[in-house]
T-cell receptor, first 113, second 117 residues
């Protein structure tokens, strides 16, 4: 298994540009989520999904969209990038919320100029 | 609302010293899960342990041990005989099993541990 994969690893955007961060897992995990990590603030939940076709907002959802059309993929879309979205983004997945921990991808470092 | 506080921003120790990382949490739910994750300098997040609110037994795994005390809402992590490879950022996290916070993992701010040779 490749585990949780994220692309790209690094990205630089200009303010107002849009892009999609990709996340995929090959472990047949139902639960997937996106976090952002900022210095001194730990990780904060952006959006999560408990299964294909089901998504919900986390702590900091504004400016981000998600969809879950398949079990394997959970892309995160930035509609109009802002400097405040400069962060490291982590995708995570787990087989079950209650029976297994969340496993994290390697992260995407995004800079918005 | 749920909250996790890691009061120690940075800890510096010399190799072979024991070190305890503190974690205090707040939640209104009676059923919840607590986690510790390690983030080494390479940046990935490594799962260390998961504990549910009904299991207050302490756990030991090699040089790592965890002390869960519901009475003080704490879930502290001790590394015995620390090594340079233990240098990392350590995160404590909480997930509620119900209410509006269902399924949401809340992280503390993290503790930067530096182990000097």
């Amino acid at each position: 298994n490749a585990g949780v994969t994220q692309t790209p690893k690094f990205q630089v955007l200009k303010t107002g540009q849009s892009m999609t961060l990709q996340c995929a897992q090959d472990m047949n995990h139902e639960y997937m989520s996106w976090y952002r990590q900022d210095p001194g603030m730990g990780l904060r939940l952006i959006h999560y999904s408990v299964g294909a076709g089901i998504t919900d907002q986390g702590e900091v959802p504004n400016g981000y969209n998600v969809s879950r059309s398949t079990t394997e993929d959970f892309p995160l879309r930035l509609l109009s990038a802002a400097p405040s979205q400069t962060s490291v983004y982590f995708c995570a997945s787990s087989y079950s919320l209650w029976q297994s921990p969340q496993y994290f991808g390697p992260g995407t470092r995004l800079t918005v100029l | 609302a749920q909250k996790v506080t890691q009061a120690q921003t940075e800890i510096s120790v010399v190799e072979k010293e024991d070190v305890t990382l503190d974690c205090v949490y707040e939640t209104r739910d009676t059923t919840y899960y607590l986690f510790w994750y390690k983030q080494p300098p390479s940046g990935e997040l490594v799962f260390l342990i998961r504990r549910n609110s009904f299991d207050e037994q302490n756990e030991i795994s090699g040089r790592y041990s965890w002390n869960f005390q519901k009475s003080t809402s704490s879930f502290n992590f001790t590394i015995t005989a620390s090594q340079v490879v233990d240098s990392a950022v350590y995160f404590c996290a909480l997930m509620n099993a119900g209410g509006t916070s269902y399924g949401k993992l809340t992280f503390g701010q993290g503790t930067i541990l530096t182990v000097h040779p």
